[in-house]
């Protein structure tokens, strides 16, 4: 854009400074800043990129050769091409064009898309002439089948290869393989910029295009102004209407020209709603959208069309002022035909020649030629006007439309732009644009800083009162720090209490994950002991043990075996739960005083007493205690299993069937072979009798045991130890005593640093926003200033700082007099 104001020289460094000054404080960095920094960016850009965006044939490129009042962009009827096209301003003598080629392999990608899309082979090489002769053939008879280029989406997809492969024989020469090419209009040897834009107008070049950028001189194009076409959001190849998607949501975009198609549709398309709600989420644009129903005289002619696209804008545009109905093709055309005479027949031999060149002799009729005489006949738009106008049968139409313009000239002509609504849209354009664009983007951005400044005036605010409260003498702190001893105290004792209560609470609902591994730990050790157990038991060492016992007999009863057995696993059984329960306990407090020493209550309590006040050794001690009563609730779960099971004996059991098979088979001899023989079945026995009881412990009773233990000796622990550190009161005074009046004096001394940090942030902030200020005042904005921080809002406790300067401005009701002055 043009030179900002001199006062807004500095714009972006006094907005960053407040930004900075917001993520300097902890409290605000959670503000999001993401739209003031839009907004910066938005006021201070040099360019306001302004994007054209619509559905394919929807007349977007009419709508800018209308505006500009030049025929710079390519429009045609069911043509779709994936160019994007940039004017921008040049001066008179310094007008140019740069185009910008699609690479071969982008070509061919294009290609194979549109031939799948048709129903056509894959194309094998398109540098083929045979090839690009079948395709021909085979588009033009689809656009035969569909009744023009126009009726379908299978029309419009085989009218754009046609395109795409006559641009690429045409300017073969200038296409890389790979690279994207560009090229300077000279390099055409094009002496204008009339010459290079019919170049790109024509159909087949666009259609090979990647890009143009277009240098002209418009008003309208001035202060950084850039106008975008972009391709249809329903074209044909699905990657040429990404682009306009991507650039529609580009932070680049400042503003949108949204031309939509139902006042010849009828209604929107699931493309063109779409287009809206993205628009809507980019902060960039804002509300600067321009709502273009295109196609308006389409409706002239049709009454149910017309109401329908009322009922549409007063149903679902009611909220913007920006809606606007034109005829891209009248507006345009008549801005051209002003400047034509009979003498060129308004245009038919001049710029209407090559779409009246016929290959059999007979004139054809442009579209507009023919726009216009059902204008002059059937659009009812005259009937209330001087102009009497007729068609005659006997004529062509360009005849007719020659002979109208001779009888009513350049009157009829106004009369026509007028009705196409192009004066109205141009000059709502321009109107924003040279009146009103800058000042809104300015007065986006204070809207968006006012936000933030305001939360960090209040927090300085909030600041300066909070070292307000703080004492400033020595000894007056003491007495404070010392008035507050009691309560600090007690607030030690109760988080600690809070503490402790919480992580027992945390074991009992399961939801510490390492007190859990612990335990899930102690079950698979279980689990894999007793599998041990039994695969290593011994009957043989069972029975020497049983008749060692009993000296006087020769051999030892099936029932004697399993006796051994049941001590022996019960015993084994009973060690390595009581070891894995010391580990539990073990790391359970261990974990529990890396907790405590991380505290703040922990640390408090150190400043106060210069100790923990026994915490430690209290939970030392009690780790004894809870370890002493795991290991005797371990000792007590084993030994219950060396009773069997409840219903080990119970009839129709598959034990009491094991057990008897077993003592059929150890009945066979007396000696030791027969039990020995049978150790397999034994083994067997005592797992039917022990896996159900190690199973209710581990994953049962056990667990139970072991949280109730710690739930009963931590909490009341906790209490006690809450009510022990209240009542060291004296010894934390005597303490503090000591201490005290280092402490103040550093906290004296940090509260200075912290009120000079805060009056110099005050002061940069100050500075900021009344530089800001000055240059919205300047942008006639002054309604719209930034609040600054006044000597009756902030005041200084320090003597030394009192007469410190503000920048040199005088601050008085929130704004600076020197902005009043200026």
């Known amino acids: 854009m043009s030179e900002l104001p001199l006062l807004c020289k500095n714009l972006k460094e006094q907005v960053e400074c407040i930004l900075q000054l917001v993520q300097q404080e902890p409290t605000l960095r959670s503000q999001d800043?993401?739209?003031?920094q839009t907004s910066l960016n938005k006021a201070i850009s040099p360019k306001f990129e302004i994007v054209f965006a619509g559905a394919f044939s929807a007349g977007k490129s009419m709508l800018i050769n209308a505006l500009l009042e030049r025929?710079?962009?390519?429009?045609a009827e069911g043509h779709a091409t994936g160019t994007e096209c940039k004017i921008e301003y040049a001066e008179i003598d310094k007008e140019r064009v740069v185009l910008t080629f699609l690479s071969e392999a982008e070509i061919r990608e294009q290609a194979v898309f549109l031939c799948q899309q048709l129903g056509f082979k894959t194309v094998a090489n398109i540098n083929q002439a045979d090839v690009i002769n079948l395709l021909r053939q085979g588009c033009e008879a689809i656009i035969q089948q569909e009744g023009g280029e126009s009726k379908s989406e299978r029309g419009k997809q085989a009218k754009a290869l046609i395109l795409l492969l006559e641009g690429y024989m045409a300017n073969r020469d200038r296409i890389n393989t790979v690279n994207n090419a560009t090229y300077s209009m000279e390099q055409f040897h094009f002496s204008n910029l009339k010459e290079a834009a019919g170049y790109a107008r024509r159909g087949s070049n666009s259609a090979v295009l990647k890009r143009i950028e277009y240098y002209c001189n418009h008003p309208l194009l001035q202060d950084g102004n850039v106008i975008i076409d972009t391709p249809g959001i329903d074209a044909p190849v699905e990657k040429d209407a990404q682009l306009t998607y991507a650039k529609i949501q580009d932070p680049d975009t400042s503003a949108v020209v949204c031309v939509l198609k139902p006042a010849s549709a009828g209604d929107m398309t699931k493309e063109e709603t779409e287009l809206l709600e993205l628009m809507r989420q980019n902060a960039g644009v804002r509300d600067r959208v321009f709502y273009v129903f295109n196609r308006i005289d389409e409706t002239w002619y049709n009454t149910q069309l017309r109401q329908r696209l009322d009922d549409l804008i007063n149903g679902q545009f009611r909220d913007t002022n920006r809606v606007y109905k034109t005829s891209g093709l009248l507006g345009f055309y008549g801005s051209q035909i002003k400047q034509t005479s009979t003498k060129d027949r308004f245009g038919l031999d001049s710029?209407?020649?090559e779409s009246v060149k016929s290959l059999d002799g007979k004139e054809e009729t442009p579209q507009f030629v023919y726009a216009f005489n059902n204008y002059c006949v059937n659009s009812g738009k005259l009937s209330a006007t001087k102009f009497r106008v007729s068609v005659n049968g006997f004529?062509?139409?360009n005849q007719n439309y020659v002979r109208i313009l001779a009888d009513w000239g350049n009157e009829l002509i106004e009369q026509l732009i007028e009705d196409s609504g192009i004066e109205e849209f141009r000059s709502s354009v321009t109107r924003y644009l040279i009146e009103e664009k800058r000042s809104q983007l300015f007065k986006n951005l204070a809207n968006d800083l006012e936000d933030v400044c305001i939360k960090l005036k209040k927090h300085y605010q909030s600041s300066q009162r909070n070292l307000d409260s703080q004492p400033q003498e020595i000894e007056t702190m003491?007495?404070?720090?010392?008035?507050?001893l009691n309560q600090q105290l007690q607030q030690i004792g109760k988080d600690f209490n809070q503490h402790i209560t919480e992580e027992i609470n945390l074991i009992i609902t399961s939801s510490c994950d390492a007190f859990e591994t612990d335990f899930k730990q102690l079950q698979s050790r279980m689990i894999r002991r007793l599998d041990e157990l039994l695969d290593t038991f011994?009957?043989?060492?069972?029975?020497?043990?049983?008749?060692?016992?009993?000296?006087?007999?020769?051999?030892?009863?099936?029932?004697?075996?399993?006796?051994?057995?049941f001590y022996y696993l019960a015993n084994q059984l009973e060690d390595i739960l009581i070891e894995s329960s010391q580990q539990i306990v073990a790391n359970f407090f261990q974990r529990l005083l890396e907790k405590i020493r991380k505290s703040e209550y922990y640390r408090q309590l150190y400043r106060l007493l210069d100790n923990d006040g026994g915490i430690e050794q209290e939970i030392r001690n009690l780790e004894k205690r809870v370890t002493q009563a795991v290991v005797s609730a371990a000792s007590v779960e084993c030994d219950r299993f060396v009773r069997e099971s409840p219903r080990f004996y119970d009839e129709g059991t598959f034990s009491i069937y094991q057990f008897r098979q077993?003592?059929?088979?150890?009945s066979q001899t007396y000696d030791a072979e027969s039990i020995v023989e049978a150790e397999?079945?034994?083994?067997?026995?005592?797992?039917?009798d022990f896996e159900p009881k190690v199973s209710q412990t581990i994953r049962k009773s056990f667990r139970q045991t072991i949280n109730q233990i710690l739930k009963t000796q931590l909490i009341p622990m906790a209490e006690q130890k809450a009510d022990d550190i209240l009542q060291q009161y004296p010894q934390a005074r005597a303490f503090l005593e000591k201490t005290l009046e280092q402490e103040a004096e550093v906290k004296i001394a940090n509260n200075r640093r912290l009120l000079n940090l805060l009056q110099a942030n005050v002061e940069a902030y100050n500075s900021a926003a009344s530089s800001i200020n000055l240059c919205l005042q300047a942008m006639q904005l002054s309604d719209h200033c930034l609040p600054v921080i006044g000597d009756t809002e902030f005041i200084y406790f320090y003597p030394e700082l009192l007469n410190t300067a503000t920048n040199g401005f005088m601050i008085s009701d929130g704004l600076i007099d020197g902005v009043q002055e200026v």
């Open 33 to 36: 800043i993401t739209f003031v």
């Open 71 to 75: 025929e710079l962009l390519y429009s």
């Open 351 to 353: 710029f209407f020649a």
């Open 395 to 397: 004529e062509t139409p």
């Open 478 to 484: 003491k007495a404070q720090e010392l008035q507050r």
């Open 538 to 565: 011994s009957v043989a060492y069972a029975y020497r043990r049983a008749t060692i016992s009993h000296p006087r007999n020769a051999t030892a009863p099936l029932l004697a075996i399993l006796v051994e057995a």
């Open 662 to 666: 077993t003592l059929l088979q150890t």
């Open 680 to 688: 397999p079945a034994i083994r067997q026995l005592l797992k039917l």
